[in-house]
């Protein structure tokens, strides 16, 4: 099955998932910034990547108009964020991006991500500061204290083994 990964990265850890991919399936493999440089429509299986902010998918919207165009095809969503993987944000974040007419066509995968405050541009870091500034005053509950503690440094969690679901779905 001819497939290829495109995918949008700020900072890495989508870029890293989408690397790892290609190495997985030796497909091809495509930042957003060259997206015009492809057909998609020479392929079977199709996975968009990208980073989550602020509760949304970025460039999402960029590929659910292509899905339109692809019906039929093998279509996939991998989207990356700091939440761990049992989150229950996870599953509410997929609900506010996709509708369940969309999710019948685009299969979404959330995959663990990190932090990255090296690579951050400038607005993201105070994004990321006034969000920590706003759990500290409001931080009542033991999960909130754990994602201040959590958020307050660089971390990397990404793990060439989730990708096992997302793997096979491409696969089949
Ligand atoms: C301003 C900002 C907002 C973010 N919002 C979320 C969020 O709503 N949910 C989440 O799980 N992670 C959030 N993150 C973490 C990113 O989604 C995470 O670092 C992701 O893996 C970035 O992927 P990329 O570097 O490939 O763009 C946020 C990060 C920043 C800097």
Redesign the pocket.
């Known amino acids: 099955m001819k497939t290829i990964i495109l995918?949008?990265?700020?900072?890495?850890?989508?870029?890293?998932y989408a690397q790892w991919l290609q190495e997985e399936l030796r497909c091809d493999c495509v930042p957003f910034s060259e997206r015009n440089t492809v057909d998609l429509s020479q392929y079977q299986a199709i996975a968009f990547?990208?980073?989550?902010?602020?509760?949304?998918i970025?460039k999402l919207d960029w590929f659910k108009k292509q899905a339109q165009k692809l019906r039929g095809k093998r279509l996939a969503v991998f989207?990356?964020?700091?939440?761990p993987p049992d989150?229950p944000?996870v599953h509410r974040?997929e609900r506010e991006n996709f509708t369940p007419e969309e999710l019948r066509a685009i299969k979404p995968f959330y995959l663990?991500?990190?932090?990255?405050y090296k690579?951050?541009c400038l607005?993201?870091?105070l994004?990321?500061a006034g969000?920590r500034k706003m759990l500290k005053a409001h931080a009542d509950s033991s999960k909130e204290k754990v994602m201040l503690q959590n958020i307050q440094h660089s971390f990397d969690k990404t793990s060439r083994e989730s990708l096992l679901p997302l793997l096979d779905y491409l696969r089949q």
């Open positions: 995918y949008c990265s700020k900072t890495g850890f989508t870029r890293q990547g990208s980073g989550c902010y602020v509760g949304k970025r989207f990356t964020g700091a939440m989150a944000d974040l663990q991500g990190g932090l990255n690579q951050m607005k993201d870091k994004l990321m969000f």
